[in-house]
């Protein structure tokens, strides 16, 4: 029978159950071909390999046929298929194991292949969202956070606004239809800040009877 790694999850994508009040929106996760081209390079390294073969055929051109030329210098293709085979390999797995969640009062984030954690991040926690729309629709919301609140790069790298090491931004990675995601990101969390908080007050002391 299959088994399902993350079979103890009460609800997808998170570690215990939403408490009362707490909606889910939206659920989803990154596309794997733009992740492994937008995180983990994937066009670069192809070039990479394309213009190592290129150089090693001209090269040998200049001292044996066209064709054997081509033949000395294909194992950089061979090499750059292997590699970006893998890079494939690793963004699939990344995708498969992550889930982002947005409800009406947080943004969570199930992440990590080897090491799986959960971000819970609070609205009040945000300080803004930014957008990076691509062709196709797909995008990334980059999380700026407000105060002390700190995360390690590495630890939730390749989810993550790129770069942004000093003060890490925890990113939806390259998620379907992000326009729409952002819509409903950024309605939750203006209705999340605009609700007043309401705390119980402790009861007054009774005044003993003169």
Not at 28 to 46: D, F, Q, S
Request: with cysteine; proline share 7%; glycine share 6%.
């Amino acid at each position: 029978m299959p088994h399902d790694d993350f079979a103890f999850e009460p609800v997808k994508g998170l570690p215990e159950a939403p408490p009362e009040g707490e909606v889910i929106l939206w659920q989803g996760r990154p596309n794997t071909w733009r992740l492994a081209v937008e995180a983990l390079n994937l066009y670069w390294v192809a070039a990479y390999f394309v213009v190592f073969f290129a150089w090693r055929a001209i090269v040998a051109g200049a001292h044996v046929p066209v064709m054997e030329a081509v033949r000395i210098g294909s194992p950089f293709l061979v090499m750059g298929a292997l590699t970006c085979a893998i890079l494939l390999l690793i963004a699939w797995v990344q995708a498969r194991a992550t889930v982002y969640t947005i409800t009406n009062r947080r943004v969570a984030m199930r992440i990590g292949a080897a090491l799986t954690i959960t971000l819970n991040l609070p609205y009040r926690w945000i300080g803004s969202a930014d957008l990076d729309l691509r062709q196709g629709g797909t995008g990334t919301i980059a999380l700026s956070l407000t105060g002390e609140t700190r995360l390690s790069y590495l630890n939730t790298w390749p989810h993550v606004r790129p770069w942004r090491m000093k003060r890490t931004e925890p990113a939806l990675r390259c998620i379907p239809d992000a326009a729409r995601v952002a819509r409903i990101l950024a309605e939750a969390a203006e209705t999340r800040i605009a609700e007043p908080e309401v705390r119980r007050m402790a009861p007054k002391a009774a005044v003993a009877a003169e």
